[in-house]
Nanobody, 116 residues
Framework: QVRLVESGGGLVQPGGSLRLSCVAS????????LGWYRQAPGKQRELVAG???????TYPDSVKGRFTISRDNAQNTVYLQMNNLKPDDTAVYYC??????????WGQGTQVTVSS
């Protein structure tokens, strides 16, 4: 059993920064990919940052250059550094880990609101 717990969301002004954290607990091995997704009201969930086992990353154009995904293996933690935030970044952000043996595991989500 694996559990993911996100934190770090909140209210920030446009142009501000936040760092989201996702701590994994349980039987953590055979990770194929890590990712952060977001879902705004009335919209589909979308990938905003991906990190696969070879270390390569992927970002959609909407966040490229502003968001950075990273991991700390010793702390079993995945981070999402978000800079120059915009009102369109407002959403619930979810951590996802794809395991070879378990498939996709999701966190409960953390709200990010960008507003003046």
């Amino acid at each position: 059993q694996v559990r993911l717990v996100e934190s770090g969301g909140g209210l920030v002004q446009p142009g501000g920064s936040l760092r989201l954290s996702c701590v994994a607990s349980g039987s953590i091995y055979s990770i194929l990919a890590l990712g952060w997704y977001r879902q705004a009201p009335g919209k589909q969930r979308e990938l905003v940052a991906g990190l696969i086992s070879d270390g390569s990353t992927t970002y959609p154009d909407s966040v490229k250059g502003r968001f950075t995904i990273s991991r700390d293996n010793a702390q079993n933690t995945v981070y999402l550094q978000m800079n120059n935030l915009k009102p369109d970044d407002t959403a619930v952000y979810y951590c996802n880990i794809n395991f070879q043996n378990l498939g996709d595991v999701w966190g409960q989500g953390t709200q990010v609101t960008v507003s003046s």
